[in-house]
């Protein structure tokens, strides 16, 4: 598996192993270790958009990952509805990543994309990486991102948080159209 902390594999159990499906991969980094598509794609033959602005990651993705149409741009700024009508998405895209820093440009993002026509069956969001627990200002989009979900339909299943030296905080969100309660007891 290829995600940091198991977002591909969670993403897997919430769409029932589905093939042949969709994903966005915002702030897509690599594009095999720590990735939260790799898996999708060469295991799932999945097909999808990425979005990463650092050309040192985005470059090597046209050799190794060619059902993804990389898109080396600021995240925040690109025309979601545009790229996903030139790729072909379909209306209920399977998957969705967004993990760009600082979390408030990962909190724009996540705007920009939802104001399209297109539904998410699966989201994963992090919340924020890095830095001292106790700083509020780091969970500055924890609360409202949260409420933005939960308003258009989604329900949080998990919440991923890891402390290894820094932390780092992920939800994982379904759409209520394909929300299983039997299949979020086994994450």
């Known amino acids: 598996m290829s995600s940091q902390f198991n977002q591909d594999i969670i993403a897997d159990k919430l769409l029932k192993s589905k093939r042949n499906g969709f994903f966005v991969d915002i702030g897509a980094s690599y594009y095999q270790q720590y990735n939260n598509t790799f898996f ?72 920009k994309v939802m104001d399209t026509k297109y539904t998410f069956g699966v989201i994963a969001f992090e919340v924020d990486y890095g830095g001292d627990l106790t700083d509020t200002k780091r969970f500055s989009v924890r609360d409202p991102s949260r409420a933005y979900l939960a308003a258009r339909g989604y329900v949080l299943v998990c919440e991923i948080f890891t402390n290894s030296g820094l932390y780092h905080v992920d939800d994982i969100w379904v759409h209520k159209s394909i929300y299983d309660y039997e299949i979020e007891k086994t994450l």
């Open 40 to 111: 999708l794609e060469k295991e799932r033959d999945y097909r999808g958009v990425a979005v990463e602005l650092e050309s040192s990651f985005a470059n090597p993705w046209g050799e190794h990952r060619r059902n993804t149409a990389m898109y080396n741009e600021d995240a925040t700024k690109i025309n979601y509805s545009k790229i996903l009508s030139e790729n072909n998405a379909p209306d209920f895209i399977d998957f969705l990543s967004v993990d760009i820093d600082p979390n408030t440009a990962t909190w724009e993002a996540l705007l």
